[in-house]
């Protein structure tokens, strides 16, 4: 494994390019062939047909909160773009409703969604009525296999 610094003066390293020319993290090298983005790398790791619901959870997620969150966090968590992230946090809860094989699952979905999640978490938490939605958070960072994936001291970047 090798880390990649994405900002900087020197920017990616140029073998980072060949690999990848659009820059984007994270690069996957299987039997030489690039396997590029995180839903592609998740997809490559888990394979598996998802769930109608773990696709909802996943749509929600790649469609709305990646937005909703980076709004949040580049207003400064003003009011209205704050309602906007929690109508998509609530939408998530929703997903949660299911039954609790959901929660107790750890699909590709949840593994992609989790980064944005644990950004969210960080930066606003959880609105109050999202009972499930913190109760998945609190499993999946239990996970020592998420648990070694999580940094304490980070900046985040959307």
């Given at each position: 494994?090798?880390?990649?610094?994405l900002?900087?003066?020197?920017?990616?390293?140029?073998?980072?390019?060949?690999?990848?020319?659009?820059?984007?993290?994270?690069?996957?090298?299987?039997?030489?062939?690039?396997?590029?983005?995180?839903?592609?790398?998740?997809?490559?790791?888990?394979?598996?047909?998802?769930?109608?619901?773990?696709?909802?959870?996943?749509?929600?997620?790649?469609?709305?909160?990646?937005?909703?969150?980076?709004?949040?966090?580049?207003?400064?968590?003003?009011?209205?773009?704050?309602?906007s992230?929690?109508?998509?946090?609530?939408?998530?809860?929703?997903?949660?409703?299911?039954?609790?094989?959901?929660?107790s699952?750890?699909?590709?979905?949840?593994?992609?969604?989790?980064?944005?999640?644990?950004?969210?978490?960080?930066?606003?938490?959880?609105?109050?009525?999202?009972?499930?939605?913190?109760?998945?958070?609190?499993?999946?960072?239990?996970?020592?296999?998420?648990?070694?994936?999580?940094?304490?001291?980070?900046?985040w970047?959307?």
């Open positions: 494994m090798k880390e990649v610094s900002y900087g003066s020197g920017g990616k390293p140029s073998w980072f390019m060949d690999l990848n020319p659009k820059g984007e993290v994270p690069v996957l090298v299987v039997d030489g062939k690039p396997i590029v983005g995180s839903e592609e790398t998740v997809d490559f790791l888990m394979p598996g047909e998802l769930s109608p619901e773990a696709l909802r959870w996943r749509s929600i997620v790649n469609d709305r909160l990646k937005s909703a969150g980076k709004r949040a966090v580049f207003s400064g968590g003003s009011e209205t773009d704050r309602n992230l929690n109508a998509v946090l609530q939408d998530l809860e929703a997903c949660l409703s299911n039954g609790p094989e959901r929660a699952e750890f699909t590709a979905a949840d593994a992609s969604a989790f980064p944005f999640l644990q950004r969210v978490h960080g930066e606003f938490g959880f609105p109050s009525e999202c009972k499930r939605l913190e109760a998945w958070y609190a499993s999946a960072s239990s996970r020592p296999g998420v648990r070694k994936t999580i940094k304490q001291d980070f900046w970047w959307w």
